[in-house]
């Protein structure tokens, strides 16, 4: 047997970190590369006798995320203690949600068309952070990011593969950075994921036992996560080995889960309602004003560009890859009014700078109104296109106004391209013998009819562009 002889049933857990000023139940700021226990208070710490106050912003923008993901908003939804001990998590229980979540119902349609069912998205606070040192100094605690408002979206098992979870991790993320819901930098621990995995032989209707790897960080740690824990499994079947139910650890440097414990079920955490903290009533009026406000998603943007501003898919999907990648593409386009010359530019010239210098602002790269000028050039004859690639490099990085760079470095000739075809036309035409030698000396009459065009232009006109108009006008009579 092989893998191919099982179903794999994958369900995710995601969290996602609200973009707030301040934690979810103090005044403390949610800030990110904060000295290490800066932004800590009595509450976020839970000495005894806080009292903990949610945060509205964190509640709307939890329901912003449930609309955008097309889940139900319970009228009526309550917090409680999830009981563990972490040193991570001073007071010993999380404040989460259990019986009654923020959102219900909901999910996203991969490429596919197939559809992956959310659970629900709940609002709960995160934990602090550890730093494994070493067996001598030991591990350090930083309680900056305990309190931090997050989002937890479940997913229904209904994911079958590495491919189709990623898939559903970057739509979900895009949702979520589109809506200006979260940043959802991974990198910084903005966007994690669990899985929970099992197998079981094909067609079979019982689910095997699952177990949960947690806290993966980057969309190619989910997928080769997924590819080992399932192949894992399927190897300690054959060998008649049983699957525990546990927690496990990724390792992305071994390519390797470990087990860390045996899994917790609900029950195990002691969920009761948070006595500090009432139930919050979501008016429909919040609702509907929410939804009303929704921005464009990605996926809206993308078939926008695909049908109204026919752009093709491959454009469509790298320009809406990111947010501010697609706000620039738009800025450049209300100065200049064509998709695909600003989208040729900006996927090719403008990206290939953001690999050089990572940045979410491509003002940092060329100002808009800088592409705008030379694009502008280009169109209107007065640059090459290679003096165009000149200029931007010369511009790129720089607040330099690309116009006046061109002017003083001589790229800006101020002959334009149909001038100079007019003064190769009149040159030939009064030179019919010249042109006739054209077929036994064409280096010689080259020189001659490119003297011509810079004695009448004065030397202004430029190589790169009179020289392939006289060859392409001089074979034309042959």
């Known amino acids: 047997m092989s893998i191919k002889d099982f179903d794999i049933t994958i369900g995710l857990e995601i969290h996602a970190e609200l973009n ?52 139900k908003i319970s009228p009526l939804t309550i917090f409680e203690r999830k009981n563990y001990f972490y040193p991570d998590l001073s007071k010993a229980y999380q404040i989460s949600q259990l019986q009654k979540p923020l959102c219900l119902g909901g999910g996203i349609t991969l490429d596919s068309g197939k559809f992956i069912r959310l659970n629900r998205i709940h609002l709960e606070e995160d934990a602090g952070k550890l730093t494994h040192v070493n067996s001598t100094v030991g591990s350090l605690i930083d309680y900056n990011r305990g309190g931090v408002p997050l989002i937890e979206i479940v997913t229904e098992p209904d994911i079958t593969n590495a491919e189709d979870a990623v898939e559903f991790m970057m739509k979900l993320r895009s949702n979520l950075v589109f809506g200006g819901i979260a940043e959802c930098r991974m990198e910084q621990g903005g966007m994690r994921c669990d899985v929970n995995l099992s197998v079981k032989p094909a067609g079979s209707k019982v689910l095997g036992t699952r177990t949960e790897m947690k806290n993966l960080n980057s969309f190619k740690m989910v997928g080769r ?91 469509a999907k790298i320009l809406t890859s990111e947010l501010f990648i697609s706000n620039y593409f738009e800025e450049v386009l209300k100065q200049f009014d064509n998709a695909k010359i600003v989208s040729n530019w900006i996927m090719t010239e403008v990206l290939r700078k953001l690999k050089e210098k990572e940045t979410n602002n491509l003002n940092d790269i060329i100002l808009v109104s800088n592409l705008v000028q030379i694009i502008k050039m280009v169109e209107q004859k007065e640059i090459t296109r290679l003096s165009a690639k000149e200029l931007f490099e010369k511009v790129c990085f720089t607040k330099l106004d690309a116009k006046e760079t061109a002017k003083t470095g001589g790229i800006l000739t101020g002959i334009s391209e149909n001038e100079i075809i007019k003064i190769i036309d009149e040159a030939l035409a009064a030179n019919p013998r010249a042109v006739e030698d054209y077929k036994t000396e064409p280096d010689k009459v080259i020189k001659f009819f490119m003297g011509q065009v810079m004695r009448k232009t004065a030397g202004a006109a430029k190589v790169e562009v009179a020289m392939p108009i006289l060859q392409k006008k001089l074979s034309e009579q042959k």
């Open 225 to 315: 996560a997924i590819d080992y824990e399932a192949k894992r499994q399927v190897e300690a079947i054959e060998n008649g080995e049983k699957i525990i139910q546990q927690t496990r650890k990724w390792d992305d440097n071994k390519g390797k889960s470990f087990a860390m414990r045996n899994k917790e079920e609900a029950n195990d955490y002691r969920y009761f309602p948070d006595p500090d903290i009432l139930a919050i009533k979501v008016g429909n009026k919040l609702v509907s004003e929410t939804k009303l406000g929704l921005p464009r998603l990605s996926e809206q943007r993308k078939n926008y560009y695909v049908t109204e501003l026919k752009l093709p898919l491959y454009d």
């Open 20 to 71: 707030t000023n301040t934690k979810v139940f103090c005044s403390c700021k949610n800030e990110f590369g904060a000295e290490p226990n800066t932004n800590v208070c009595p509450v976020c710490i839970g000495l005894p006798g806080a009292l903990p106050v949610i945060n509205r912003k964190a509640v709307e923008l939890a329901v912003k995320a449930g609309l955008c993901m097309g889940c």
